[in-house]
């Protein structure tokens, strides 16, 4: 699939975080989310939109850093500051919000062919 088919699919935020895990215990056994969760729950979703789309990976790739290149700074910001975060951090929530997927509309099934 061409590059600027890739980019004309629909693209909106994610919105539904319940999956992102909690996995980094401190030593009073609270769990926060850190970056690595982060990074496995976006990877989960290029998985899944690579799965949805039909688009190979290699081909998704690129297209999706360059449409969440916002989502990357906070996220890099975020997390040289803070090891981890509580799941209900409004931090996470605005990250959260950054974060875009792939959507196929009706209208977007002509750019799979």
Request: aromatic residues 12%; hydrophobic residues 40%.
């Amino acid at each position: 699939m061409e590059k600027d088919a890739i980019r004309s699919i629909t693209w909106e935020a994610v919105t539904d975080w319940n999956k992102l895990s909690d996995t980094l215990e401190n030593k009073w056994h609270q769990f926060f989310v850190s970056e690595e969760d982060v990074d496995i729950f976006v990877q989960k979703m290029l998985l899944i939109s690579v799965q949805e789309t039909g688009i190979t990976y290699e081909e998704l790739l690129p297209i999706f850093e360059e449409n969440n290149v916002e989502f990357y700074a906070e996220k890099k910001k975020i997390f040289k500051t803070y090891l981890g975060l509580p799941k209900t951090s409004p931090r996470l929530r605005d990250l959260e919000v950054l974060l875009k997927i792939p959507v196929l509309l009706k209208a977007d099934t002509k750019f799979l062919s």
